[in-house]
Structures are given as C-alpha cells and as structure tokens.
C-alpha cells in the first residue's frame, strides 16, 4: 500500500471516529460525514405508511382507503366503488404508487381494499404478497408482480385469510411460504400459501395473549428467522424461540431489562444483526431500539407526552444462555425505523422523542438518524446523521436501496389527510438520505461491481468481478447480500444481511478484481428469493446489484 493510500487510510478512519458524538441539546451541522438529504418529490400524492422494495429496482407504497381523497387521481377515469369504505364510496384517487428508482418518476396503482396497517413479504420468485389490513381488507390477500410494462398493478383474493389480520407481522421461510403473526386480538398465526383454508390452518400462541397489557403494546411484533430454522418473536417486552413447524415454544429468553414495552403502540424497533458466514459458527443476535413507557400510550391520550426510551439491548441467541446487552442512544426515539446498511452498520431513522404511535400521541420529532457502528467500541458506536427538514412520526417509513440510499416517506399522524391547522400535516413527500459513505471523498476506495453470477446456489462457488481505483487487501473485502424489506410501522419485516463466506480475490486487470464466494449455507441463514449484492471494501459499499439465491 502507498504512503499515500495509508494517510487516506487513516483519515478515513479518523472521519468515522471523530463523528462518534454524546448527546447535546443543539444537534450538529450537516456534513459529508453525516450523510446528505435530497428531495425527491414534494408530493407522491399519496402518504407512503408502507414500503417494499422489488428487484426491478421499482419501490411500491400504499397507504389506506379510508384517508378519503389523495392527492394523485387514477389513471383512464378509474374509480374504486366500495360501499363499505368508511371514507369514500366513490373514490378516482389513489392509495398506492409504483416508484422508479432509477429514473425518480411514479405512477399511480389501484388498491380496492383497506390496506391500512397491514403486513407484507417477498416470495421467492419475486412476487410480493400483500396481507391484511382494516374493516373491508383484514381478510384480504394482495399480490404485485414486477412487470416490464406499466400494465401491472395490484390483484386481489378477498377472504383469504382464515382470521383477520390487522397489526401483523410476516416472516419469509426456508420452505418459500409466509408466516403471518398476531395482529389485533389474534393471539395465532397462519400461513401463506395455506395448506388448509378451515381453522385447522390456525395454530394458537398464547404467548401473544400473555403479552397484551391495557394499551396492547404487543402489535406488529418483531419477527426473526434464525440459522436455526427457529423463528425469534419479540412482544412488549418479552421473546420465544417458536418452532412454528410443531407449534411448540421451545424457549422464552430473559425480559429486555426495564420492563418498558418496545412494540406498538409503544414502537421501538428491531434487527436481526448480520449473518456471517466467515466466522466458524454463524452467530444470530437481536437488536431492540427505543420504545415507550408502560403508560406513555394513556398519557398521550390525554395530552401528557412522555419521554421515549433512550436504551437499546442486544440479545446473542446463539448463545445457550444469551442476556441482554443495553446501550444507551444519544437521545430517546419512538417510532424510529432500523434499517441495516450494505457496510453492517444499523441506521435508526424518523420517529419523535415524546409520546407514542397513534393519532395525536407523538411529539417533539427526532429528524436527525443515528448511526451505529457495530465495529466500534461500546462507548463509540452511536453518531448523529445529518437532519432532515422534515418531521416523520406516526405513519412514516424509509427503505434501503441498491444504490446505497434510504428512501424515506410518510408520516399522517391524524384520522384522515390534513394538510393545515395542525403542528405536524400530513406529509405526501419523498427524501432520500444519502449514508456517509456515499460522499465523494471515498470515491478512491469504491468498488464497483462489472459482472457477476445471477443466481447463487446454496454453497455453491460464484464469482464477481469488480474495479476500484486504490485497492488496499483482501483483508478488507466483503461480500454481502441484503434482503429487502417490507417497512411500516416501524419494523423492517424479512431484513437480514448475509456476509457471504469470501474464499480469495485475485488481480485479473489495473483495478479491475475477480472475487470467489460461496453460496449461503443453507435457506434457514439465506431465504430463496432476491437479495441485493454488495461488494465493500474499506468500510465503503459498491452500488448494489440484484441477484437470486436459490
């Protein structure tokens, strides 16, 4: 490596370090190292409650039926009649867009029923599978699949779930089908594709039952796929190891310590950490940010917002008798969304610093993310990220995608669209955040990818070439996949990040690289389906690719 390679080295190093701040009153200047803010449009015409990412580069958004009119008509004199809406009968606008990544263009989708704090999931040939929602759509199942003309848009299979699910959460499995958890009184869980369409398809979880107190605090719980095969599931305050297979709790981890609850309404948020496939064993560890107090729900009812919860815990499933690990952010956050970056590290992003989710409950937004680095030491690992102009509470969500930003929407913390005499409007716009590593100083270490493998089997080799103009060693190379997520309500269903097992790199050309890795072991640590491909090297990710592990 050159002396001047090592001092860019160095300074980069340094820049990471320097940005590590304790928590002050006045939240510091925007710079390169905490990242940029764009906007996209000031108005989609529609507020985005709900986001997934497809692997057309293509990102579809929805909100709900019963805001009444958008702001975005649809297309060819459409209309949507629906004599159960608690809005509109008659309503020509839309409630969901189909949004362009790469060109930054929308255009406008046509959802018939509610999908009003629903629950989704991507299926292994990159359909996405749409479930639940309110009133006339908490039964429904909606599917959207990627199409090379304008033509596709939402289908719907009215009645398909055999209970209503409304607050649920979804995990993506080994075998290709969903799970569907919990949701509004429903303390069970189903699947999809069902193998059974009568009650026999329902499999009861007392647990869900045993973790609802007076304002709920156990809805949309935080679902994670294990190496194990096992799912991890989070509510309020407690977690089980469920084999859903069996129908069996196989364990219930320790309470995450100060008995706050971190699920809706309360919202925290939550991340499977990545998945390495370099170390001997895999480890598989939970992350749990943010949330409310016990009463933070009833005291914002009556206009007292309280403090939000200011710890985060890491939970080591692997181990055979894990505790948890808490840390402390540099401010407290409720409704924040954790997203995992292509370089490992978590983003906690939108959300408020008093009250809770719900019309009305959150106050004192939060509009600059945090950054934490899982590398650094635990007094050094939480930095501020630039702040955004704009609020993001109740009814917010932010996505990651293949070029490295977080696409960031939403936020209608009222019953219906209100746009004026109220603190906090409802937002139709659409930002981007741009991460630090995506400023131009490091463009001498980005790699960037010219070819690589479609589809990688399960611990199968495959290859990649990439180019990158300093190169310094394979010692600081990696190759991640990262599944995209379906975000609402502050959690990110089905993310998970694989460092895939990295066997050498080669010189084949100047600056150009050949990289050998290996398959994910197995479907329990990488589901089938499509996940974005990242190439990093010194702490800096190439623009992501798609590619298909099955």
Same mark, same amino acid.
């Given at each position: ?30 710079? *390169? #190292?905490?990242?940029?803010? $764009? ?30 009119? !958008? ?8 209309? #949507? ?25 929308? #255009? ?10 629903? /629950? ?32 596709? &848009? ?41 193998? %059974?369409? /009568? ?28 190496? &194990? ?36 309404? !309360? ?5 499977? +950490? ?31 917002? *309280? ?12 181990? =055979? ?6 840390? &402390? ?24 610093? @008093?009250?809770?989710?719900?019309? =009305?409950?959150? $106050? ?26 704009? !609020? ?21 913390? $009222? ?11 409802? &937002?139709?716009? +659409? ?20 070819? @690589? ?19 310094? !060693? ?14 609402? $309500? ?9 460092? +895939? ?17 290996? *398959? ?10 499509? %996940? ?10 190439? %623009? *992501? ?6």
């Amino acid at each position: 490596m050159s002396t001047n390679m090592i001092r860019f080295f160095l300074t980069l190093v340094s820049s990471i370090v320097s940005n590590t701040l304790v928590f002050c009153q006045t939240l510091p200047p925007s710079t *390169g #190292r905490q990242g940029e803010w $764009h906007l996209l449009h000031a108005s989609i015409g529609i507020s985005a409650m709900h986001m997934q990412v497809l692997h057309d580069n293509k990102l579809i958004m929805f909100d709900r039926t019963d805001f009444g009119q !958008s702001n975005l008509s649809l297309p060819n004199g459409l209309c #949507r009649y629906d004599s159960q809406d608690t809005a509109l009968e008659i309503d020509c606008t839309a409630h969901s867009v189909l949004y362009d990544i790469d060109t930054n263009t929308f #255009r406008p989708l046509m959802v018939h029923t509610d999908t009003w704090c629903s /629950s989704g999931a991507v299926l292994p040939n990159g359909t996405f599978i749409q479930i639940g929602g309110f009133n006339d759509g908490d039964h429904v199942v909606r599917s959207f699949t990627p199409c090379i003309d304008e033509y596709c &848009d939402w289908i719907e299979f009215p009645n398909y779930l055999i209970e209503r699910r409304w607050y649920a959460s979804n995990q993506i499995l080994p075998n290709g089908r969903i799970i569907i958890v919990g949701g509004r009184r429903q303390f069970n869980y189903e699947f999809y594709p069902q193998m %059974y369409s /009568s009650s026999l398809g329902l499999f009861r979880l007392s647990f869900l039952a045993e973790t609802s107190d007076q304002s709920e605090n156990n809805l949309y719980p935080f679902l994670h796929l294990l190496p &194990d095969g096992n799912l991890f599931v989070f509510a309020n305050t407690r977690s089980i190891l469920l084999d859903y297979n069996n129908n069996r709790v196989l364990k219930e981890y320790p309470r995450i310590p100060g008995n706050d609850p971190r699920n809706y309404p !309360s919202s925290g948020s939550s991340v499977l +950490l990545p998945l390495d496939e370099n170390l001997p064993n895999v480890v598989a560890e939970i992350m749990v940010c943010g949330g409310a107090p016990q009463d933070g729900f009833s005291r914002a009812a009556h206009g007292s917002y *309280g403090q939000a919860l200011s710890t985060c815990g890491r939970l080591n499933v692997s181990d =055979e008798n894990p505790t948890w690990v808490m840390e &402390d952010m540099p401010i407290a956050r409720v409704m924040g969304d954790m997203l995992l970056l292509p370089t490992g590290d978590v983003l906690i992003i939108n959300g408020a610093r @008093q009250g809770t989710a719900g019309w =009305e409950k959150g $106050h004192a937004p939060v509009r600059a993310p945090v950054l934490y680095r899982l590398s650094q030491p635990p007094n050094g690992r939480f930095s501020f990220m630039a702040a955004s102009p704009k !609020s993001r509470l109740y009814h917010s969500s932010a996505v990651l995608v293949p070029d490295g930003r977080v696409i960031v929407g939403g936020s209608n913390p $009222h019953m219906y669209y209100n746009f004026t005499g109220v603190e906090f409007p409802t &937002d139709l716009s +659409l930002e981007a955040f741009s991460p630090p590593y995506l400023a131009e100083q490091y463009g001498v270490v980005r790699p960037r990818i010219l070819s @690589q493998n479609e589809v990688l089997g399960y611990g199968e080799f495959s290859s990649l070439v990439f180019t990158v103009p300093e190169y310094f !060693s394979i010692r600081f190379l990696s190759v991640r996949l990262i599944a995209p997520s379906f975000t609402t $309500h502050s959690f990110s269903m089905n993310q998970r990040m694989v460092v +895939l097992k990295l066997i050498g790199a080669t010189r084949v050309a100047p600056n150009t690289f050949e990289v050998t890795v290996r *398959g994910p072991s197995t479907a329990e640590i990488a589901t089938q389906g499509y %996940y974005m491909l990242f190439v990093v090297h010194a702490e800096i990710p190439s %623009y *992501g690719v798609w590619v298909k592990v099955q």
